[in-house]
């Protein structure tokens, strides 16, 4: 490579003491990569009369061959370097939809700032789904709930500690306590996730624990809908706390529940396989978030 630059430096410019100058080289420097490359090449690139260097036909021949050669290693060596600090790169991201309506969103937009040439592929998937893409190595990282997270091809890092919240329509009889306690909803109509969902499961168990059978108005398949619903005075419901972030708190208000319904957030990649630079970068983009969240009391 030192060959071709100094050829191409010497073409351009029309003679070594030029050429050496652009190089930051010595003149007898330049002449021997000359020299070595064109013993390479096999041809004679430059006739030689009196201490003086002529090229011949086949160096400009040659010498256009040079120059594409020598802008694909500028362009690799630019790629290179974007790659390495994170700036250009593909990501497929699974998380379960309630992540994607809410700190995914603050954490890729703040993600884009820094990494503007970088795409990112968000998919809204369930727990179930989400597993199978980790397992299978279907995307770079996914965000999800560690509710009956079976084993499965990944590692999971959890990121914070949540616990379920009810929320009721403003006006609701039980809206002025802090806490409820789970036989106290009894009587109501709810609002639930669709079957399937882990945190669907642990609320059925723990109902059927305390032998209260809930009343189902309506299932949806997002926690945006839910939320949106019990807005209109359509029910109560039972939701991760990062949901509150989509709450209108003049509509709606939330409230602890006891027993407590615990559970962690998590960060999965698949085993076996690091993380990119730029994937890093967008996992540090989350942990952002999550801290916010945990500043604002949201998570622990």
Request: glycine share 6%.
């Amino acid at each position: 490579m030192r060959e071709l630059k100094a050829f191409d430096a010497y073409m351009r410019l029309g003679g070594v003491k030029l050429a050496a100058e652009q190089l930051d080289t010595s003149q007898p420097m330049v002449s021997r990569l000359l020299a070595s490359l064109e013993k390479a090449a096999g041809f004679e690139l430059f006739q030689r009369k009196r201490n003086r260097l002529s090229p011949t036909p086949e160096a400009f021949r040659f010498h256009q061959s040079v120059v594409r050669q020598l802008a694909e290693m500028r362009s690799l060596e630019l790629e290179a370097n974007a790659i390495a600090s994170g700036q250009i790169g593909h990501l497929v991201i699974a998380a379960q939809p309630v992540f994607c309506d809410t700190f995914l969103l603050d954490a890729l937009a703040a993600f884009r700032k820094k990494h503007p040439q970088a795409t990112v592929q968000i998919a809204d998937v369930g727990m179930a789904e989400m597993l199978r893409m980790i397992s299978e190595q279907h995307c770079d990282l996914a965000f999800g709930i560690t509710l009956n997270a079976e084993a499965f091809g990944g590692d999971a890092r959890v990121l914070a500690h949540c616990a379920a919240q009810c929320i009721l329509p403003k006006g609701h009889p039980l809206g002025d306590v802090e806490e409820i306690p789970l036989p106290r909803l009894r009587k109501e109509m709810f609002i639930d996730l669709a079957q399937g969902s882990p945190l669907r499961r642990r609320i059925d168990h723990m109902m059927e624990t305390i032998q209260v059978h809930r009343t189902i108005a309506a299932e949806l398949r997002t926690i945006h809908g839910i939320v949106r619903l019990v807005e209109r005075g359509e029910g109560v419901a039972i939701v991760d706390p990062v949901a509150c972030q989509l709450i209108d708190p003049d509509k709606v208000s939330s409230h602890r529940l006891v027993p407590a319904i615990t559970w962690d957030i998590a960060q999965f990649t698949p085993r076996d396989r690091p993380l990119s630079t730029v994937g890093q970068a967008f996992a540090a983009a989350v942990a952002e978030e999550i801290d916010s969240l945990k500043s604002a009391g949201v998570v622990s």
